[in-house]
């Protein structure tokens, strides 16, 4: 489970909770006589992209079953078809 919110849900609602942070803080300085600011859908999407390739790279490091083993694709064997798999994977 807690891969599923590092990998998945963390990097899809950080930028947007990032964004609401920052509305948040823009109301209160506009109510103060503050300049607006522009909208920061560049950092918005540059966090994504960034939380992306943090996910990507934490799974290729600590995911043992992609670099363990070789790919065996699924075959016809007398007419059946037999199922593929990683060989020589230790489960």
Do not use: C, H, Q
């Not at 920061?40 to 363990?68: H, N, R, S, Y």
């Amino acid at each position: 489970m807690i891969r599923i919110f590092l990998l998945y849900i963390l990097p899809l609602l950080f930028p947007a909770a990032v964004y609401f942070l920052w509305v948040k803080l823009r109301n209160s300085e506009e109510k103060d006589g503050g300049e607006p600011r522009n909208d920061p859908w560049f950092w918005l999407i540059l966090a994504g992209l960034m939380l992306m390739g943090a996910a990507l790279a934490v799974t290729a490091v600590t995911d043992e079953k992609v670099t363990e083993g070789a790919f065996e694709p699924d075959r016809l064997e007398g007419g059946r078809i037999v199922p593929g798999g990683v060989e020589g994977l230790s489960e």
